[in-house]
């Protein structure tokens, strides 16, 4: 495993990272691979969607009231019929189809930003 190169500051503080609430979660059949469409509960940044491969590790029932981290701050991507506005973040694993996803350890204001 290597390191990625290394980044300046600036270039760490230009990600906005947020804490949000899965709100609604939905099947993707028309993603390649095995997805959820997510919508996420951000606060005062308001509601956003994402589509996520973490099928592997999460139904969906368990998903709904559940915080996670996500970069709110890229452009919006067209994937099949669906536009994700936000990039949950997660671990992979060893073959990169489970994805563990990344979540406040304590409850935390939805919005709130990493940093």
Same mark, same amino acid.
């Given at each position: 495993m290597t390191i990625k190169p290394e980044i300046s500051w600036g270039d760490f503080e230009?990600?906005?990272? *947020?804490?949000g609430t899965i709100i609604s979660v939905n099947d993707? %059949?028309?993603? *390649?691979?095995?997805s959820y469409q997510l919508e996420i509960d951000f606060g005062d940044l308001g509601i956003k969607k994402s589509s996520a491969q973490i099928t592997a590790l999460y139904k &969906? %029932? %368990?998903?709904?009231?559940?915080?996670?981290?996500? =970069? =709110?701050? #890229?452009? &919006? &991507?067209?994937?099949?019929? #669906?536009f994700s506005e936000c990039l949950v973040l997660g671990l992979y694993g060893e073959d990169k189809s489970d994805v563990t996803l990344?979540?406040?350890s304590l409850p935390t204001k939805?919005?709130?930003?990493?940093?």
């Open positions: 230009k990600i906005d990272i *947020r804490c993707f %059949e028309k993603a *390649r691979n095995p &969906k %029932e %368990e998903l709904i009231g559940k915080q996670i981290l996500a =970069v =709110v701050n #890229f452009p &919006k &991507k067209q994937i099949a019929n #669906f990344l979540t406040p939805n919005g709130m930003q990493v940093g």
